[in-house]
């Protein structure tokens, strides 16, 4: 059983920079792929990035390369997704994701309860 919880979420401008952070319980973080996703109001869930469980692989949606990176810090038990020059089009609630797939999304995978977004123009 593993549990995951996000945090670092809020109201900014268009232009500025949010860090979000996914802390994992348990002792075999380093085991999982983690990936973050998100979903708009009305809107269906969209992946966003992936990091491998070592930490020396990732992959992002095309909306946000150049923008956001995913990184990994496995003695912390902490997933981060640094996101800059933020858009409106970012809003959505943020959704952490381990798993044992580094780009499939399984059944058998653990969720985060979600953090806020908002981007303000």
């Known amino acids: 059983q593993v549990q995951l919880v996000e945090s670092g979420g809020g109201l900014v401008q268009a232009g500025e920079s949010l860090r979000l952070s996914c802390t994992a319980s348990?002792?075999?973080?380093?085991?999982?792929?983690m990936k973050w996703f998100r979903q708009a109001p009305g809107k269906e869930r969209e992946f966003v990035a992936s990091?491998?469980?070592?930490?020396?692989?990732?992959y992002y949606e095309d909306s946000v390369k150049g923008r956001f990176t995913i990184s990994r810090d496995n003695a912390k038990n902490t997933v981060y997704l640094q996101m800059n020059s933020l858009k409106p089009e970012d809003t959505a609630v943020y959704y952490c994701?381990?798993?044992?797939?580094?780009?499939?999304?399984?059944?058998?995978?653990?969720w985060g309860q979600g953090t806020q977004v908002t981007v303000s123009s």
């Open positions: 348990g002792r075999t973080f380093s085991s999982y792929a």
């Open positions: 994701n381990a798993g044992s797939r580094w780009l499939q999304v399984q059944p058998s995978d653990y």
């Open positions: 990091i491998s469980g070592g930490g020396l692989s990732t």
